[in-house]
């Protein structure tokens, strides 16, 4: 469809039962109201930088094809200053500046997340595996080997701890406990088997 040549501004609309091409730019403008698309149009801006389905209305960014009303494929920087909207993000990854809320709207920090006690707030597991390695749930019990934490802190394996242990409660061992160093109980000491190689105190006494 051809437009005749006319340079100058066009006081009505254009309607066009065909394509509009043009070489230079186009502008469109105006102080009220808003572009609308026909249902089941799509706009598309070169290959693949910006499109917009027409039937489902989900916007891909460098995605033909977005299966989300949003769709990115790429990376993603977010910030109120160009020392992060200029960065370039990690390939398909996301830099942020501001907090983050997962759950909520008014989040306290750099990632806040609110969930219900029993449901998992973070998770990592081996890739390919249903079962996962470490657990934080919304009650704020931790899991190491375990998807079920019972306790604050919960592990199902064997520990090793380089440091010292302190606790102001008891400590119960239902198992063998062992003791390559040295041994101090300063209250009751009560499990099934201590295995020790070196120095045991209770109380003072060896």
């Known amino acids: 469809t051809s437009i005749f040549p006319y340079v100058g501004t066009f006081g009505g609309g254009i309607f066009a039962g065909g394509n509009i091409t043009a070489t230079g730019t186009l502008s469109l403008t105006g102080t009220t109201g808003t572009s609308t698309i026909a249902a089941g149009q799509g706009f598309t801006i070169g290959d693949s930088q910006f499109v917009v389905q027409g039937a489902t209305g989900n916007v891909g960014i460098g995605e033909t094809n977005p299966g989300s009303l949003l769709s ?3 990376g993603i920087s977010i910030g109120d200053s160009t020392d992060y909207s200029q960065i370039a993000a ?7 500046k501001g907090n983050t809320g997962i759950g909520t709207t008014s989040p306290w920090g750099l990632l806040s997340v609110e969930i219900g006690t029993a449901e998992n707030v973070f998770v990592v597991s081996d890739q390919g595996t249903s079962t996962p390695s470490f657990v934080v ?5 931790i899991g190491i080997g375990t998807s079920s934490p019972s306790q604050r802190l919960s592990v199902q394996g064997n520990t090793l701890i380089s440091g010292n242990i302190s606790s102001v409660a008891n400590v119960t061992a239902t198992g063998t406990l062992t003791v390559t ?5 300063n209250g009751n ?5 201590l295995s020790t190689t070196g120095n045991l105190l ?3 006494f060896a």
Do not use: D, Q, R
């Open 90 to 96: 990690p390939t398909g990854g996301m830099i942020v």
């Open 137 to 141: 749930k919304g009650s704020g019990t």
């Open 202 to 204: 209770v109380n003072g």
């Open 189 to 193: 000491a009560s499990t099934t088997i």
């Open 72 to 74: 990115v494929k790429g």
């Open 181 to 185: 160093g040295l041994a101090t109980f």
